[in-house]
């Protein structure tokens, strides 16, 4: 799908310090890759329905490469792509039961990532295994977890699966900077007002958002373009998911993003709506496909006024202002977000 193209931002006069006019205020944030290491957050590796029963492929994450496959258990499961015999690149292997067999010598891996047997039967070497991401499916897309156990969850929204109807987009071009900098828009209440246009019914919310140790949520009570009232709790978990539900007008909608991490200073896009479904009377489908219409208009609108100050930004919290504070308590958090790398001598 296509990204809408948006007006150009315009540049604003900066208040440089007196002394060095040349030098730009601010300290850099934590970059992706940094040391060697990622925020330990649930990305998306890849949709769903890009892996049927029996199939494998491969994904670039984290600077290295993963396969996804899924055995006749129907269990997708995220692992490291090279084989540990010599190296050949599992995703042109096949899915034999549960396991992954290579295409090289034939070695078999099983669900847990360890090595189970070679063709030729020589016993499978105790130290061949493949580095194993957690892995969970929701809503549609693939979520790996850059770390040996996560330690907090993909939100849910507010209905039970069996209510929602979904429908899940895998954008095809990816962003030019980290995930976390187009989740930095989320507490960026000025952005709301000034790209989005929405109209804030009530003061700014900083003094209603909930922190924990993984992120925040809060809720805005607006008006959207064209006056449409909106009552939204919108999130970030992790440095990776942005999740909003609530009503748009007249009906609830649920929408999430979760920021794929091929590479340091890249992301991509992977987005979920939901809707209620109805009774599945012709005319609730009606009303359904019409809803869908409308909530992919607003995901793509927001996305396209969102894409071109994020393919060209190069963050950094200068001089932020009092309308800022929940968006400098977010880079904050960032700065102390924990991270890791336990798959690296796997994935490359
Ligand atoms: S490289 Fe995979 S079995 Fe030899
Ligand atoms: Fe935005």
């Not at 060095?20 to 890849?46: H, K, Y």
């Not at 929204?157 to 899940?168: N, S």
């Given at each position: 799908?296509?990204?809408?193209t948006?007006?150009?931002?315009?540049?604003?006069?900066?208040?440089?310090?007196?002394?060095?006019p040349?030098?730009?205020?601010g300290?850099?944030?934590?970059?992706?890759g940094?040391?060697?290491?990622?925020?330990q957050?649930?990305?998306?590796?890849?949709?769903?329905?890009e892996?049927?029963?029996?199939?494998?492929?491969g994904?670039?994450?984290?600077d290295?490469?993963?396969?996804v496959?899924?055995?006749?258990?129907?269990?997708?499961?995220?692992?490291?792509?090279?084989?540990?015999?010599?190296?050949?690149?599992?995703?042109?292997?096949a899915?034999v039961?549960n396991?992954?067999?290579c295409?090289?010598?034939?070695?078999?891996?099983?669900?847990d990532?360890?090595?189970?047997?070679?063709?030729?039967?020589d016993?499978?070497?105790?130290?061949?295994?493949?580095f194993?991401?957690?892995?969970?499916e929701?809503?549609?897309?693939?979520?790996?977890?850059?770390?040996?156990?996560?330690?907090?969850?993909?939100?849910?929204?507010e209905?039970?699966?069996?209510?929602?109807a979904?429908?899940?987009?895998?954008?095809?071009?990816?962003?030019n900077?980290?995930?976390?900098?187009?989740a930095?828009?989320?507490?960026?209440?000025?952005h709301?007002?000034?790209?989005?246009?929405?109209?804030?019914?009530t003061?700014?919310?900083?003094?209603?958002v909930?922190?924990?140790?993984?992120?925040?949520?809060?809720?805005?009570?607006?008006?959207?373009?064209?006056?449409?009232?909106?009552?939204?709790?919108?999130?970030?978990?992790?440095?990776s998911?942005?999740?909003q539900?609530?009503?748009?007008?007249?009906?609830?909608?649920?929408g999430?993003?979760?920021?794929?991490?091929?590479?340091p200073g890249?992301?991509?896009?992977?987005?979920?709506?939901a809707?209620?479904?109805?009774?599945?009377?012709?005319?609730?489908?009606?009303?359904?496909e019409?809803r869908?219409?409308t909530a992919?208009?607003?995901?793509?609108?927001?996305?396209?006024?969102?894409?071109?100050?994020?393919?060209?930004?190069?963050?950094?919290?200068?001089?932020?202002?009092?309308?800022?504070?929940?968006?400098?308590?977010?880079l904050?958090?960032?700065?102390?977000?924990?991270?890791?790398h336990?798959?690296?001598?796997?994935?490359k």
């Amino acid at each position: 799908m296509a990204a809408q193209t948006i007006s150009k931002f315009t540049r604003t006069a900066v208040d440089l310090p007196e002394e060095n006019p040349s030098e730009r205020v601010g300290n850099l944030m934590p970059a992706e890759g940094d040391d060697g290491l990622f925020t330990q957050s649930w990305f998306p590796i890849c949709l769903s329905s890009e892996v049927e029963k029996g199939q494998v492929r491969g994904e670039a994450f984290l600077d290295g490469k993963v396969i996804v496959f899924r055995g006749d258990d129907g269990v997708a499961r995220v692992m490291s792509a090279y084989c540990p015999h010599v190296g050949a690149d599992l995703s042109i292997g096949a899915v034999v039961g549960n396991q992954i067999q290579c295409a090289f010598h034939k070695w078999e891996y099983g669900g847990d990532g360890a090595c189970v047997k070679t063709a030729i039967g020589d016993p499978a070497p105790e130290k061949a295994r493949l580095f194993k991401f957690p892995t969970k499916e929701q809503y549609g897309v693939v979520w790996a977890f850059n770390g040996d156990a996560p330690d907090f969850d993909i939100p849910n929204f507010e209905y039970d699966d069996d209510h929602l109807a979904i429908r899940v987009f895998r954008f095809p071009e990816l962003l030019n900077c980290d995930p976390w900098v187009f989740a930095a828009n989320t507490p960026d209440m000025q952005h709301f007002k000034v790209v989005h246009k929405t109209e804030f019914a009530t003061e700014d919310p900083h003094d209603s958002v909930t922190w924990d140790d993984h992120g925040f949520r809060y809720q805005v009570i607006a008006a959207h373009q064209q006056g449409v009232p909106i009552e939204w709790t919108v999130g970030i978990r992790g440095t990776s998911i942005f999740w909003q539900e609530g009503p748009y007008g007249d009906f609830w909608i649920g929408g999430m993003v979760g920021f794929g991490l091929p590479r340091p200073g890249k992301h991509e896009l992977f987005a979920v709506l939901a809707l209620e479904k109805g009774d599945g009377s012709p005319e609730s489908k009606a009303l359904l496909e019409q809803r869908f219409e409308t909530a992919e208009m607003l995901m793509t609108r927001t996305i396209g006024e969102d894409i071109d100050i994020l393919n060209t930004i190069k963050y950094r919290p200068g001089t932020l202002t009092a309308g800022d504070r929940t968006l400098g308590k977010f880079l904050q958090y960032l700065r102390r977000f924990p991270r890791a790398h336990p798959s690296s001598a796997f994935i490359k």
